[in-house]
């Protein structure tokens, strides 16, 4: 699922469209120098590609990462609409990732790395951030994963 992720330009060429807002809310709002994701599911050409929860079977923490790193590249698409480019990221500040999983599923984290990983390696120091990994017993449309951040872009 990654692509060229060596050449920041290249990347953010064969970023996705921006999905449309399934409801009545904005895709970002900057504030100051902060920008304000609204949340973001793994959706690919309008569909949701990882659906219902994770769990040590069924839908493994591996699909689970794979949902994480698609809301991570839908949300880079969402900054970049927003910015123009991706260039402008200061900082990537928090990441919120909500997991669709049973009660006694205790892997959160590790399905949030999927898009914390993406931003490391994409921004390095500035894409490190604080972050919450929270399992919850739904999610929209049913799907797996649900991402927003807060970024602190250059003025």
């Known amino acids: 699922m990654l692509t060229n992720i060596e050449n920041l330009e290249t990347f953010e060429n064969e970023l996705p469209p921006v999905t449309k807002p399934l409801a009545s809310y ?10 304000y994701t609204s949340g ?6 309008g569909a949701i ?3 219902g929860p994770i769990r040590d079977s069924e839908i ?5 990462q794979e949902a ?16 123009g480019s991706l260039k ?16 006694g599923f205790k892997q959160q984290p590790q399905v949030i790395n999927g898009a914390s990983n993406l931003l490391a ?7 490190k951030h604080a972050r919450a990994a929270i399992g919850v017993s739904s999610l929209p449309l049913d799907a797996s994963v649900e991402i927003d951040l807060i970024v602190q872009v250059k003025r």
């Open 26 to 35: 904005v895709t970002a709002v900057q504030v100051g120098d902060l920008i």
């Open 40 to 45: 973001v599911l793994p959706m690919k050409d």
């Open 49 to 51: 590609i990882y659906s």
């Open 60 to 64: 493994s923490v591996k699909n689970g």
């Open 68 to 83: 994480a790193q698609l809301c991570c590249l839908n949300l880079l698409s969402v900054l970049k609409d927003k910015l």
């Open 88 to 103: 402008h990221v200061e900082q990537i500040v928090k990441l919120t990732g909500y997991v669709n999983s049973p009660a």
């Open 121 to 127: 390696k994409l921004f390095g120091d500035k894409g």
